[in-house]
């Protein structure tokens, strides 16, 4: 069974620090996806990682796949109160478009 | 234009009740997802279909029953619902294919009482 661990799974700072978020497996995947969720919504596909040892930059977030490609992790530089939400990776492999998803990160960022 | 709705968006329903879930997507994705979100927040996928074929059919009781009369569109319905089925149901489309992710709809909260 391949599963994903992410942590940290809540995290609370206050604007302008930042952070990092880990998503770690035993298994190697095709490509890692990171989607954000706020409440009462569907999860916003964030960014694809493919290659192994990919970096993507999306404004202040940084996305990095692990050169094995069985972990990623997201970085947020200066994080603002509207970063605030659910962060979630997911894994695909095979060939049927199915994602394994992490536990989820909840991110608090204070004002 | 929204890409995958779902509908309705709150279900609130008694046990052993049949329910049905309606999902439509206008993107053209070949594949369509139903996906279980529990109070932990974790998903975890229930169907998988691409062009209105099953290829996905993971541990799920035989009371839920997903039908795709055509590509664009994929339904849920459950039969005899019980407390345990209690969750955020959501719909995603996709192009099949690794570096491509998911659309999700924005989910229907079911409670059974």
């Known amino acids: 069974t391949q599963l994903l661990e992410q942590s940290p799974q809540f995290l609370s700072i206050q604007e302008g620090e930042n952070l990092t978020v880990y998503c770690n497996s035993s298994s190697v995947f095709s490509s890692l996806q990171w989607y954000r969720q706020e409440p009462g919504e569907g999860p916003v596909l964030l960014v694809t990682v493919v290659t192994g040892g990919e970096v993507k930059k999306l404004k202040r977030l940084t996305f990095q796949f692990g050169d094995a490609r069985k972990d990623s992790s997201l970085h947020i530089t200066a994080a603002q109160p509207g970063d605030t939400g659910l962060y979630l990776c997911?894994?695909?492999?095979?060939?049927?478009?199915?994602?394994?998803f992490g536990q989820g990160t909840t991110l608090q960022v204070k004002p | 234009d929204t890409a995958v709705s779902q509908t309705p968006k709150y279900l609130v329903t008694q046990m052993g009740n049949d329910k049905s879930i309606k999902c439509e997507q206008n993107l053209g994705h070949d594949t369509m997802y139903w996906y279980k979100q529990d109070s932990k927040k974790f998903l975890k996928i229930m169907f998988s279909?691409?062009?209105?074929?099953?290829?996905i059919n993971e541990t799920v009781p035989n009371r839920f029953s997903p039908k795709s009369p055509d590509k664009a569109h994929l339904n849920l319905h459950i039969n005899s619902l019980e407390l345990g089925d209690s969750a955020v149901y959501f719909c995603a489309s996709s192009i099949p294919g690794r570096s491509y992710g998911y659309t999700f709809g924005s989910g229907t909260r079911l409670t059974v009482v």
């Open positions: 279909y691409n062009n209105k074929e099953l290829i």
């Open positions: 997911a894994g695909a492999s095979g060939n049927t478009g199915k994602l394994i």
